[in-house]
């Protein structure tokens, strides 16, 4: 029954399965990275500095003689970490505002989404790059900044949710039993919204990822020793003419990641909003 | 008409306030303050004395509508670190990032909606298919990750590109040495904004298409090309004026990392080194510059989106 239901979805949309088998593959070997890996990232083999693949190390040293496989491996658990807590608080945040402002309307409404507006036409990378050198990189600092400039989206997608189920019946049924604004607010409209914002979280971990990595190409992100995919390619920029393979693998590693969240958030998108996928199939 | 355009104007003049009123408030509540009173061969009496001087030892209301006063103005005031006019700084490096930027728009434009275009008018063919696939790519590839990509394919192993900067250093400044060193810088800065307006252009010639007017022009016989150019693209295009307006933060926010990566002398680069620099007047400077011209950009696209389409009216 379950395989069933996997096969058909297979058929339905590849590039999301595989894109789910991938991402699952990753978060296993983020997880089980101390089993995986024979080096720390922190130590140095002084005799193979920037070496290319061999036996010793599969994917070969970086310019300190560290194992880059070790490093890519760990970073896996530092990017992603930093790419989800960015997320989740970013979707909180997106939530409640956009959840109050389409529920009360009138001024709130107003104030908020004038916010969001203004925010939505700031170049925050500006913001970001001002915000961390000011404040200082630390990881919760980056989570914070990348969460703070990203919730405008997720807002005015629930804010448009809660304004459409706001006259439904059920609302309207729930008030009048007596439940307060609260209780109609999170137990009855915000899980309708739960298909939407699953779609918007994962496309925002896609984004979270690129914007870490951009930022750690600027030296703002997480810092060094600590590995990250967006640091490790930082550090390569020094060594592509000699070892260009060291700017390849993270690249290729935050590109894949990045392209499979996309996938599955388009792909959950079809499964969820059904009216979509009939657009779709009968273009 | 005019009063729409009006309240639009006193909206954007509004998001200009927040934005100062934000970055500011951030520079003031950080820790340490600027680099230059960190310098610890300074003594307690001269680190007063300097704070005396840039007006940081007034209360953070006053020093905020000193600064404000000067820059409506027109003063921005100086940079802590070169002593110089940040107006004059900036000034400076407004033209190479001009250049980038306006190159960056323009590929994804020329690039984009044609192939928006020419994949929806014939969906599901191999070029439809390597369309939205390359697209998909390009919206997930880390833009300074591909730069270096295209750096150690054009530069170090090819030899076909330089690697960095606007003109090649101590030769003639000509165009043809310009265009050279604009290649990859462009194709990096495209690289997030083009698969986006493809993606839009495709969806909304797809969905134009569609519509029961475009039956009524095929019922009548008019072939297929007269259908998309007379009759569906001018409808189809509307849209993607918006997608425009939203894109121009992205592409200047892009060109910060672009400017790092090919050492581009634009504002990118001089807003990174004011950021490190911790230098309060040109950090100010940089933000309310680049905001103005986002703000300005998107009302454009406003006021352009309602004279194509009559049907839109500003609220």
Redesign the interface.
């Known amino acids: 029954m379950v395989w069933q239901g996997v096969a058909r979805m297979f058929r339905r949309n590849p590039p999301a399965v595989l894109s789910v088998l991938f991402l699952a593959a990753l978060v296993g070997m983020a997880l089980a990275a101390p089993l995986l890996t024979r080096y720390t990232t922190e130590e140095i083999d002084l005799g193979r500095i920037v070496e290319g693949p061999g036996r010793e190390h599969w994917l070969g040293t970086d310019e300190n003689g560290r194992d880059v496989f070790s490093r890519l491996t760990y970073g896996a658990r530092v990017s992603l970490s930093v790419a989800l807590a960015a997320v989740a608080m970013s979707i909180s945040l997106g939530s409640l505002l956009g959840a109050v402002s389409g529920y009360f309307g009138g001024p709130v409404d107003h104030l908020t989404m004038r916010l969001t507006d203004a925010l939505l036409c700031v170049p925050t990378f500006f913001l970001l790059l001002t915000v961390l050198t000011l404040f200082g990189t630390s990881i919760v600092n980056i989570v914070l900044v990348i969460g703070l400039t990203s919730w405008m989206g997720v807002a005015r997608l629930v804010r448009g949710e809660f304004l459409k189920y706001r006259a439904f019946e059920f609302v309207i049924a729930a008030r009048a039993l007596g439940a307060g604004d609260r209780r109609v607010i999170f137990r009855h409209v915000l899980p309708q919204t739960v298909p939407a914002i699953t779609v918007a979280s994962t496309l925002g971990v896609a984004l979270a990822i690129l914007t870490e990595s951009a930022l750690s190409y600027l030296g703002l992100g997480v810092q060094p020793p600590t590995p990250s995919w967006g640091n490790m390619l930082s550090a390569s920029q020094s060594y592509i003419w000699n070892a260009p393979q060291l700017a390849v693998y993270p690249g290729v590693l935050i590109l894949l990641t990045v392209l499979a969240f996309n996938a599955l958030g388009e792909g959950l998108r079809d499964l969820l909003d059904p009216q979509r996928e009939r657009g779709r199939s009968d273009r | 008409m005019w009063r729409a355009i009006l309240r639009r104007v006193l ?1 954007a003049l ?2 200009l306030l ?2 100062s009123l ?2 500011f408030g ?2 003031m509540a ?3 303050g600027p680099s230059i009173l960190l310098d610890p061969d300074l003594s307690p009496a001269d680190r007063a004395r300097l704070r005396q001087e840039l007006g940081l030892d007034a209360p953070a209301h006053i020093q905020y509508l000193k600064w404000a006063g000067n820059a409506v103005r027109g003063d921005l005031g100086r940079s802590l670190v070169q002593k110089r006019r940040v107006a004059e700084m900036i000034g400076e490096r407004v033209p190479a990032t001009a250049v980038l930027a306006g190159a960056g728009l323009l590929l994804t434009l020329l690039a984009g909606i044609p192939l928006g275009v020419a994949a929806a008018t014939r ?2 063919s191999l070029l439809d298919h390597a369309a939205t696939i390359a697209s ?2 390009g ?7 591909f730069g ?2 295209l ?2 394919l054009f530069a ?1 192993w090819l030899h076909l590109l330089p690697s960095a900067g606007m003109y090649t250093p101590g030769g003639p400044q000509t165009l043809a040495d310009l265009l050279r060193h604009l290649v990859m810088p462009t194709l990096v800065l495209a690289t997030f904004s083009l698969p986006q307006v493809t993606l839009f252009a495709r969806a909304s010639v ?1 969905e134009t298409l ?1 519509q029961d007017y475009v039956r009524t022009a095929r019922a009548k016989g008019l072939d297929e090309r007269r259908v998309l150019f007379r009759h569906g693209l001018r409808n189809a295009l509307i849209p993607v004026l918006t997608v425009i307006g ?1 894109l121009v ?2 592409l ?3 060109a ?2 672009t400017e ?1 990566v090919f050492a581009w002398p634009g504002m990118g680069r001089l ?2 080194d004011a ?2 620099g ?1 230098d309060y007047p040109l ?1 100010m400077g ?2 309310m510059v ?2 103005v011209v ?2 300005v950009s ?1 009302l454009l696209t406003d006021i352009a989106y309602t004279v194509v389409d009559p049907r839109i009216r500003l609220e």
């Open positions: 909206h509004l998001v927040t934005v934000l970055t951030l520079i950080a820790p340490g969906p599901r998909g790519v919206v997930a590839i880390p833009g300074f990750w270096i990509m750096i150690i170090v797809l569609r939203l933060p992205r200047v926010g892009g910060v990392i790092t807003s990174a950021a490190f911790r950090i940089i933000t680049v905001s986002v703000i998107n």
